[in-house]
């Protein structure tokens, strides 16, 4: 049929014309000829095809971006697209949707692409150091292992969410916890609680900073009273709890 269209460059909306009171398109496709009695059958299905696939909307011909369901195009769904992933691949939700600081917000976004500065990663960048980790004086220094899997981490994790009154397995990686963990309470009651990851990480964060800059060791208490003194102040900045005091806030957590 294309060999004989009169014009074989005719865009969609040139191809439609209105006709009757109501206006109505229809498709005005034409030929150099007439069709031969063993083309009539083509031609019929072919025009059976169009009349289906009638416009409902009245709009300039353009391009449309098939991956959105709006046809615009944007940087993300090609990206995606293009690393073959599906779109819901990174935690995003757990960081980004959390009523944390936003430099704490951002920190944790580096951390779940493994971009933070642990040992690890500065020996990439060819820094010469000894491997270990300062929080346990034992292994290599790793996102994963200093913020979940050293006993230092591993202690504030058991303890924080023995004040929720949930225990858990430890997930193998950081990147995983933040998948599992966003509204394990359910979308109203987790608010407080999708909190925790971005707050226990800033604190191991800091801890190793100061240890490792400053020289200062923090006990255990010490370290777990300054994870729940910020979980605390986030929380009274967003008026996610109505405690007054950082004890009547750490016996609401059981509550939730
Ligand atoms: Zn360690």
Redesign the pocket.
């Known amino acids: 049929m294309y060999s004989i269209a009169l014009d074989k460059e005719a865009s969609v909306e040139a191809s439609l014309s209105r006709q009757g009171a109501e206006n109505r398109r229809f498709w005005d496709v034409r030929f150099i000829r007439d069709l031969n009695e063993w083309e009539l059958e083509e031609g019929l299905h072919f025009l059976c095809t169009l009349g289906a696939m009638n416009p409902p909307l009245e709009e300039e011909d353009r391009l449309r971006w098939k991956l959105k369901p709006n046809g615009e195009f944007d940087t993300r769904s090609y990206y995606n697209k293009l690393r073959d992933s599906p779109p819901n691949a990174f935690p995003w939700k757990g960081i980004w949707r959390v009523k944390a600081p936003r430099r704490v917000s951002f920190f944790i976004w580096c951390v779940a692409w493994n971009k933070i500065l642990t040992g690890d990663n500065l020996r990439l960048r060819k820094l010469v150091f000894v491997d270990w980790?300062i929080?346990?004086r034992?292994?290599g220094?790793t996102v994963d292992?200093?913020l979940l899997h050293?006993?230092?981490?591993h202690r504030l994790w058991s303890l924080a969410l023995r004040s929720f009154g949930v225990s858990w397995v430890v997930p193998s990686s950081f990147h995983d916890l933040l998948f599992g963990w966003w509204n394990w309470f359910g979308k109203l009651s987790s608010r407080i609680w999708n909190l925790v990851p971005l707050c226990i990480v800033w604190c191991i964060w800091k801890e190793r900073n100061r240890r490792t800059f400053e020289d200062l060791d923090s006990s255990g208490d010490q370290f777990f009273a300054s994870f729940s003194g910020t979980l605390f102040d986030w929380s009274r900045a967003w008026g996610l709890t109505s405690s007054d005091s950082l004890p009547s806030f750490i016996c609401s957590l059981s509550l939730l």
Do not use: G, K
């Open positions: 980790c929080m346990c034992q292994c220094e292992h200093l050293c006993v230092t981490a």
